[in-house]
């Protein structure tokens, strides 16, 4: 099993929204809004290392997600 934190930005009067589509995406544990240098942050869990890419590459997709920083849990 493979996770991570997501640390998301996004426009400025969209982090609702986005906060929501983030919590629709399979595999995403939990997803909090924030304030300060990032909008969200979504803690994701995967199978393996190349299903949480992929995960991480479709939250970056997102409409109205400007940058991610992406923070591999290893124990």
């Known amino acids: 099993m493979s996770s991570a934190y997501a640390m998301i930005n996004t426009m400025p009067d ?7 589509m983030i919590k629709g995406i399979n595999g995403v544990q939990e997803a909090y809004m924030l304030y300060g240098v990032y909008d969200i942050i979504a803690e994701v869990k995967a199978g393996g290392i190349e299903d949480l890419k992929a995960m991480v590459l479709n939250i970056r ?6 940058s991610t920083l992406t923070l591999l849990i290893v124990s």
């Open 61 to 66: 997709k997102l409409k109205y997600v400007t």
């Open 14 to 20: 969209k982090m609702e929204t986005v906060l929501e």
